[in-house]
């Protein structure tokens, strides 16, 4: 648990940095472009007032914010039919990918191995 406040930091800049890249990218489609708008709307969003302390209740919530417009990205990039380069749909789901990853490494520590210790 002391953790937690700096791995949600953590993911927060990561998720930032995803999400400011892929706003900027995306708008080609009526789909993308809505998700773009959400997109800008949540980065735009002030989540806590300057100089207040981060609170883990603000950072979790803005993380989850987050995490949603990523999950609906991913659905996208599989579900979109729209005349759209692959080369681009591949570019996106890279990142995207790529980020899940980031975010597993991330929150290993938090979580224990299967079989590590005794069942009962």
């Known amino acids: 648990m002391e953790k937690e406040g700096d791995i949600l930091w953590e993911d927060l800049a990561d998720q930032r940095e995803l999400l400011t890249g892929i706003a900027e990218r995306l708008g080609e ?18 989540w806590r007032q300057q100089g207040n302390y981060p609170t883990i209740e603000s950072l979790e919530a803005e993380n ?7 999950e609906q990205l991913v659905t996208a990039v599989h579900d979109d039919v729209a005349d759209w380069p692959n080369e681009e749909k591949d570019a996106l789901h890279g990142q995207l990918v790529d980020y899940l ?3 597993m490494a991330r929150e290993k520590i938090l979580y224990r ?7 009962f």
């Open 113 to 119: 191995e299967p079989f590590s210790g005794l069942p």
């Open 64 to 70: 989850l914010a987050y995490r949603t417009l990523i």
């Open 101 to 103: 990853n980031r975010q």
């Open 29 to 46: 489609t009526k789909v993308w472009r809505e998700l773009a708008g959400k997109v800008v709307t949540a980065l735009d969003k002030k």
